[in-house]
Structures are given as structure tokens and as C-alpha cells.
């Protein structure tokens, strides 16, 4: 997917979030953020294939041993587990990190606006196309102008700089996701539908994003 990705790497996270599966995405950022094949891994926990390497978010040589793997249901669809690792002594974690792993969650939420255009682009509601209703569109509206914006200030960032206050463009994409989700309504809860990306992408954050990256 990369080799079809042109840009910055922070274009090309987003892009493959928004396009290609999300297991891929999250090895494009791995390669992209360390220069190494794998999985980011936070201080506790990580989000990955079985079996892939994991690679500490601080990219040193340190050794991250898992110490449990749960098979869980909400990001099984997407060929992912859940891993609690053994704790590690905190490590600085290159800001590039932290740029690229808001893009990820940037691409994960242009592909949730996607699906849910998708899905009602052709229903109807009270006798006119869902789409023209004014609370779907000004959703539609607010979420491609934040994701506007948003690519906007990476690209004035560029993959080796920080995003300033990421904790609040974070919050900013938490929302959005939500309220792609609520336009899905139950058929959001599909295998590797809205809902189960917008979780993806809550755990993404868990684990790679808090406290200011250092992960749970």
C-alpha cells in the first residue's frame, strides 16, 4: 500500500488509514515512525497482529515481551489482538511519534465519514434523501472541515515535528468518530464497520496516545 501512497509520511499514514485495512495502517506507521517492520507498542499495552514484531514507541532496542494476549472481539474483525506487556523503564519517545500516530487516527476517521456516506448516500428518510437532512449534512460538513484543517496543520508540521497540544486534536477526533457512528446507528455494529473502527481507534489512543504517548 505504501508504494501506492504518495506525500509526506504523515500523508501517507493517513492515507492508508483511510483506505487500506487497519492492520496494514498500523504497520505503515510502525515502518513509517521507526524505520522498522512491526507494531508500535505503548509502556503496557499493544495493539498488533499475533505474532508480528513489536517495536517500543521510543524506538530504542529495548525488548518488549508480551505477558498476555487477549483475542478480543471488537478488533478481531480486523486480524488484531490486544497484548499486556511487561513494564518497561520510561524512554523518550521521538516526537514524530506523536504525529503520526494522530494521523493514523485521522485516516481511521475519514474512513468511518466514508462508510457512512456509503451507507446512506441511497436511503431516505420522511420522504427525502437522508443525506439532505440538515443535522446529517451539517455533520458531514463539520467532520470533513476538521479533517481539512487537521491535514492542513500536519502538513505544516511534517513527520519530524510535534502537533501542538495533540491531547486536544485527539479529543477533537473522539467526537467526530462519535458522531460517525451515531449516523451509522445500529448497522455501524457490523464486523469492521464504523463502530468496530471507532473502538479500534479509542484503544490506538489507549495505548499509544496517553499521557502525552507514553501509552497505558
Given at each position: 500500500?505504501l508504494?501506492?501512497v504518495?506525500g ?5 499514514v493517513?492515507e492508508?488509514?483511510?483506505k ?8 505503515a ?7 522498522r ?7 503496557c499495552?499493544?495493539?498488533?497482529r ?6 517500543a514507541l521510543?524506538n530504542t ?15 478481531a474483525c ?26 493514523l487516527r485521522?485516516?481511521?476517521?475519514a ?16 420522504g427525502q ?8 449534512k ?5 467532520t ?19 502537533v ?14 462519535l ?5 451509522m ?12 473502527l471507532?473502538?479500534l ?16
Amino acid at each position: 500500500m505504501l508504494d501506492r501512497v504518495a506525500g509526506s509520511p504523515v500523508e501517507q499514514v493517513f492515507e492508508t488509514a483511510r483506505k487500506a485495512h487497519p492492520a496494514q495502517a498500523l504497520q505503515a506507521t510502525c515502518l513509517l515512525a521507526t524505520g522498522r517492520d512491526g507494531f508500535l507498542a505503548g509502556a503496557c499495552h499493544a495493539v498488533h497482529r499475533s505474532g508480528a514484531p513489536l517495536v517500543a514507541l521510543s524506538n530504542t532496542p529495548v525488548e518488549v515481551v508480551i505477558r498476555d494476549t487477549e483475542q478480543e472481539p471488537g478488533i478481531a474483525c480486523f486480524d488484531l489482538v490486544l497484548s499486556q506487556l511487561e513494564p518497561r523503564a520510561p524512554q523518550a519517545i521521538p516526537p514524530q511519534v506523536h504525529t503520526l500516530v494522530v494521523a493514523l487516527r485521522a485516516g481511521l476517521l475519514a474512513r468511518t465519514m466514508d462508510l457512512a456516506f456509503l451507507h446512506l448516500q441511497d436511503r431516505e428518510s420522511l420522504g427525502q434523501k437522508t443525506l439532505h437532512h440538515q443535522l446529517v449534512k451539517s455533520r458531514f460538513s463539520d467532520t470533513s472541515a476538521f479533517l481539512s484543517q487537521l491535514r492542513r496543520e500536519l502538513a505544516v508540521v511534517g513527520s519530524e515535528g510535534i502537533v501542538d497540544s495533540p491531547g486536544r486534536l485527539h479529543n477533537a477526533i473522539d467526537t467526530h468518530l462519535l458522531h460517525c457512528a451515531k449516523l451509522m446507528g445500529g448497522h455501524g455494529l457490523r464486523d469492521a464497520a464504523v463502530h468496530g473502527l471507532e473502538y479500534l481507534s479509542v484503544l490506538i489512543r489507549a495505548t499509544l496516545a496517553s499521557q502525552q504517548g507514553t501509552g497505558v
